[in-house]
Antibody, heavy 118, light 107 residues
C-alpha cells in the first residue's frame, strides 16, 4: 500500500533554511504528482506546493513562492521541500501527499513538525 | 486565488443526527471539490472526491453534492467516530485552497 514518511523537521531560527524529505513506497513514484500541505498549530490546512510526476511542473502557494522549492528524485522515490528565509508563520506540521485518481490528494504521510523560533 | 468559504465553523450534534456542511467557492470550480476528515493529531483522510464520489472504504453515510460554486457534505446518521473537523478543498486551479474547516462536536 502507499506509504509516505516525512523527515527533516525541527526547530530553526528565523531567516534560516530547512529541507524536508518524504520517502515514498508502495506505488510507482515516478508516475504520480506529489504535494506538500501544512497545518499551523491550532489552525486549518494550507496547501503549499505540488510537483508533477516527471518534475516538469511545479506550483506554489503565494505565501511560500520565492522562498520554498519543491523537488523530487524519481530514482530514489523521494520528494523534498527546501524552505528558505523561514519565519514564525512557517511553523507547522508539514504533510507529504500522494495524488490519486481524479487529481485528489488521497494518501497522506504522518507529517513532520517545523518550528521557527529564536 | 479561489476562496473557499465553509460553514458553519463548528456545530454540535448528537449520535444519529443528520449533519450538513456547506462550502462555497468564490468562482465556479465545476465539480473539482474534495472533502476531508481530520481527527486531532492525525493526518486528514479523503472522504469525497469530485464533489460526490465516495472514496473507497468510506462509510456510505457520507455523501457529497454540488457543482459550480456551492457544495455540501452530508453525514446521514452521525456516529461517535465522526466527531472530527471537516475541510473542503478545491482542486480546480492552483493555488489549491481549503475551506477554513468545520468542527463537529458532541452535543
Amino acid at each position: 500500500q502507499v506509504k509516505l514518511v516525512e523527515s527533516g523537521g525541527g526547530v530553526v531560527q528565523p531567516g534560516k533554511s530547512l529541507r524536508l524529505s518524504c520517502a515514498a513506497s508502495g506505488f510507482t513514484f515516478r508516475s504520480y504528482g506529489m504535494h506538500w500541505v501544512r497545518q499551523a498549530p491550532g489552525k486549518g490546512l494550507e496547501w503549499v506546493a505540488v510537483m508533477s510526476y516527471d518534475g516538469s511542473k511545479e506550483y506554489y502557494a503565494d505565501s511560500v513562492k520565492g522562498r520554498f522549492i519543491i523537488s523530487r528524485d524519481n530514482s530514489k522515490n523521494t520528494l523534498s521541500l527546501q524552505m528558505n528565509s523561514l519565519t514564525a508563520e512557517d511553523t507547522a506540521v508539514y504533510y507529504c501527499v500522494h495524488i490519486g485518481g481524479y487529481n485528489a490528494m488521497d494518501v497522506w504521510g504522518q507529517g513532520t513538525t517545523v518550528t521557527v523560533s529564536s | 486565488a479561489i476562496q473557499m468559504t465553509q460553514s458553519p465553523s463548528s456545530l454540535s450534534a448528537s449520535v444519529g443526527d443528520r449533519v450538513t456542511i456547506t462550502c462555497r467557492a468564490s468562482q465556479g470550480i465545476r465539480s473539482d471539490l474534495n472533502w476531508y476528515q481530520q481527527k486531532p493529531g492525525k493526518a486528514p483522510k479523503l472522504l469525497i472526491y469530485a464533489a460526490s464520489s465516495l472514496q473507497g472504504g468510506v462509510p456510505s453515510r457520507f455523501s457529497g453534492s454540488g457543482s459550480g460554486t456551492d457544495f455540501t457534505l452530508t453525514i446521514s446518521g452521525l456516529q461517535p467516530e465522526d466527531f472530527a473537523t471537516y475541510y473542503c478543498l478545491q482542486d480546480y486551479d492552483y493555488p489549491w485552497t481549503f475551506g477554513q474547516g468545520t468542527k463537529v462536536e458532541i452535543k
